[in-house]
């Protein structure tokens, strides 16, 4: 039984059984972009979760030239760094087939004089203006507190990445290393198809929250609440 009343449900046993679904379900939906409009616009989260996910999704057939991969957020670190969800994109989704996908992270170098507010995120709202927007296929996930892509909540800067006019905002979490860059939430909202990755008792726990209680305390419930197609969870126990 689906926990909230309007994402679709997918439950797995194990997972790597729930990657290889969402990589099924995602290249399809990726394949009827590239065949309605000729190109698609894919957006993937990082962290240590989506590994299991890129490995699966980078072998599918697709026409991987007529896509063009971003991310959902991004800590303002080195692109080579330990922590760069660019770098981690690189290793392991722009791969065998997919490396011949467009990969356009927010940045390709930090400023000298460091990862300012206006800045950065302006610097990347332009390199990222001429895309084919809306996404066509975002996919997230989610902390224990609830965040998503890099709206933390009580965080400097989430106001600004609720509701402010641009694509990308600035975030400095306090409950995490690193200022961010991500995606404001009205492009989460718009794009064409969502997915949540969830695993884990806790993560589910805190979605069925999320879902009985709308609000920025837990950003992912904005996202859940979002109009059109409803989110499609994939979750391994």
């Known amino acids: 039984m689906s926990p909230g009343p309007w994402p679709v449900w997918h439950q797995a046993p194990d997972a790597a059984s729930a990657a290889q679904a969402l990589a099924g379900a995602v290249a399809a939906q990726l394949r009827e972009a590239t065949d309605r409009r000729g190109q ?61 996908a467009h990969f356009l992270p927010f940045f390709d170098a930090l400023p000298a004089t460091g990862p300012e507010q206006a800045g950065l995120a302006a610097l990347a709202e332009a390199r990222l203006a001429k895309l084919p927007w809306p996404l066509d296929v975002l996919v997230l996930g989610m902390g224990e507190d609830g965040h998503t892509a890099s709206l933390f909540p009580g965080a400097p800067g989430l106001e600004e990445a609720l509701s402010g006019p641009a694509r990308v905002a600035w975030v400095r979490p306090t409950s995490a290393p690193h200022a961010r860059l991500t995606l404001t939430l009205p ?50 126990p």
């Open 187 to 236: 492009v989460l909202e718009q794009a064409r198809h969502v997915h949540l990755a969830l695993s884990g008792p806790a993560k589910r726990a805190v979605f069925e929250r999320a879902c009985a209680q709308p609000g920025p305390a837990l950003p992912i419930s904005l996202v859940l609440q979002r109009p059109g197609p409803p989110v499609e969870v994939w979750y391994a």
């Open 40 to 100: 698609a616009l894919l957006a993937v989260s990082g962290g240590r979760s989506p590994v299991a996910f890129f490995e699966a999704l980078h072998s599918q057939a697709l026409p991987w030239a007529q896509v063009t991969v971003l991310l959902a957020d991004e800590r303002c670190v080195l692109p080579d760094a330990p922590d760069s969800n660019a770098a981690l994109v690189r290793r392991h989704l722009l791969k065998g087939p997919a490396a011949a």
